[in-house]
């Protein structure tokens, strides 16, 4: 039996209408599991393969994603086993969205290490798993200093003044009017997965 998080390969038997999903067969204990479109990374046609994660367990069939967190963070360990391995990376947190075209990894090292510099090189390789563009973010300890590094590609060296209420779990980042719609993204989606990445409910002030 899978459980939720299982890294799975599989291939497409048929498309299911009714459901708006696709009928996976996996390997397994339970053979079939399905594939929701809204879940799938791209179109796919019977017979492609796929490789998911197991998002969510059910009756008849698990529900298998490839844009949850569980999913990038099975292919990071895959693709970045070489640094992994050593200690040189460790991934400590991924987010995504179901409409974004982008998904978030943080990762440290031990000091002296920039992880995302060492990450870099590899990530040209998730092309062979998903097209969602991956942005590596540098993990602190430090919240203030972990949601300025979770807001880019914004232009951080922008930011006046990040306030962060530990209780709340809010942050409060004062930026120039100017520079809002960087920091929000697209659609606010910028905004929304440097929220998830940080576990911080993240407001954007402005100031002239």
Do not use: W
């Amino acid at each position: 039996m899978e459980k939720i998080g299982d890294f799975v390969l599989g291939r497409v038997v048929k498309a299911l209408p009714d459901r708006d999903s696709y009928l996976i067969l996996i390997n397994g204990t339970q053979p079939f599991a399905v594939l929701p479109k809204q879940y799938a990374d791209r179109p796919y046609r019977v017979k492609d393969t796929i490789s998911a994660a197991v998002y969510r367990l059910g009756e008849v069939y698990s529900v298998l994603s490839q844009r949850c967190p569980h999913y990038i963070r099975r292919i990071s360990e895959s693709i970045l086993r070489p640094v992994m391995a050593t200690g040189e990376v460790r991934i400590r947190r991924v987010a995504t969205g179901l409409c974004s075209p982008f998904v978030k990894i943080a990762v440290e090292s031990d000091e002296g290490v920039d992880p995302v510099r060492v990450c870099v090189p590899y990530r040209q390789s998730y092309a062979s798993y998903t097209r969602l563009m991956v942005s590596f973010v540098r993990y602190s300890t430090d919240l203030g200093r972990f949601i300025r590094n979770a807001l880019a590609p914004a232009p951080v060296d922008r930011i006046r003044r990040i306030d962060v209420f530990g209780e709340e779990q809010m942050a409060r980042v004062l930026v120039p009017a100017e520079c809002k719609g960087y920091f929000l993204g697209k659609g606010g989606l910028n905004v929304a997965l440097a929220s998830k990445l940080t576990s911080m409910a993240i407001e954007l002030r402005t100031e002239p």
